[in-house]
T-cell receptor, first 117, second 115 residues
Framework: DQQVKQNSPSLSVQEGRISILNCDYT??????FLWYKKYPAEGPTFLIS?????DKNEDGRFTVFLNKSAKHLSLHIVPSQPGDSAVYFC????????????????FGQGTTLQVKP | ETGVTQSPTHLIKTRGQQVTLRCSSQ?????VSWYQQALGQGPQFIFQ???????GRGNFPPRFSGLQFPNYSSELNVNALELDDSALYLC??????????????FGPGTRLTVL
């Protein structure tokens, strides 16, 4: 049962253009969402997050949008740079205390982004 | 401030053997989570430790076990290794118990190959 899905295994964009990475989830109890970037031979690095009480969060070139009714989130990178080439994972979490699963991140399968110079 | 470190970086074992992976959490962090990342997949939650107690477990059999030490470092032990245990094992530390929005900092991982 894949609760978090990234349906595009790969994405290729030209330097300077916008990269849009998509993520869908099925569990309406998720209330916190994160994006991580992963380079080969390194662990995932936190990029940006969004709480379910918001529909947009922006940090520099990175913006995450959340559509709760559609159970969909997206990461926009503008402008894209060759150094952004990596695997991007979206992750979801519940912040309910006492469940024993607080802090557990559910990850999607990842999307490999290639930014061409 | 030192980041999350893991050892060893690579490991090769045979079926039926046991393995211990180690993680040192980031300075000031008291919560450690372990994830398994199979090839082409996202990381899957194994379990989490807070102040030496297991706090939450994913869908992994009991032969996956762990420990957390007073200095908040952690071990992941896997008994009776199976071929499907071949994966990248990631450790993540975070600063406060129970708050998912406290960023989890990941180590570089240990690549385990089971032959």
């Amino acid at each position: 049962d894949q609760q978090v899905k990234q349906n595009s295994p790969s994405l290729s964009v030209q330097e300077g253009r916008i990269s849009i990475l998509n993520c869908d989830y099925t569990n309406s109890m998720f209330d916190y969402f994160l994006w991580y970037k992963k380079y080969p031979a390194e662990g995932p690095t936190f990029l940006i997050s969004i709480s379910s009480i918001k529909d947009k969060n922006e940090d520099g070139r990175f913006t995450v949008f959340l559509n709760k009714s559609a159970k969909h989130l997206s990461l926009h990178i503008v402008p894209s740079q060759p150094g952004d080439s990596a695997v991007y994972f979206c992750a979801a979490s519940r912040r309910t205390h006492g469940s024993g699963n607080t802090g557990k991140l559910i990850f999607g399968q990842g999307t490999t982004l290639q930014v061409k110079p | 401030e030192t980041g999350v470190t893991q050892s060893p970086t690579h490991l090769i074992k045979t079926r039926g053997q046991q393995v211990t992976l180690r993680c040192s959490s980031q300075s000031g962090h008291n919560t450690v989570s372990w994830y398994q990342q199979a090839l082409g997949q996202g990381p899957q939650f194994i379990f989490q430790y807070y102040r030496e107690e297991e706090n939450g477990r994913g869908n992994f059999p009991p032969r996956f076990s762990g420990l957390q030490f007073p200095n908040y470092s952690s071990e992941l032990n896997v008994n009776a290794l199976e071929l499907d245990d071949s994966a990248l094992y990631l450790c993540a530390s975070s600063g406060s118990f129970g708050l998912a929005d406290n960023e989890q900092f990941f180590g570089p991982g240990t690549r385990l190959t089971v032959l």
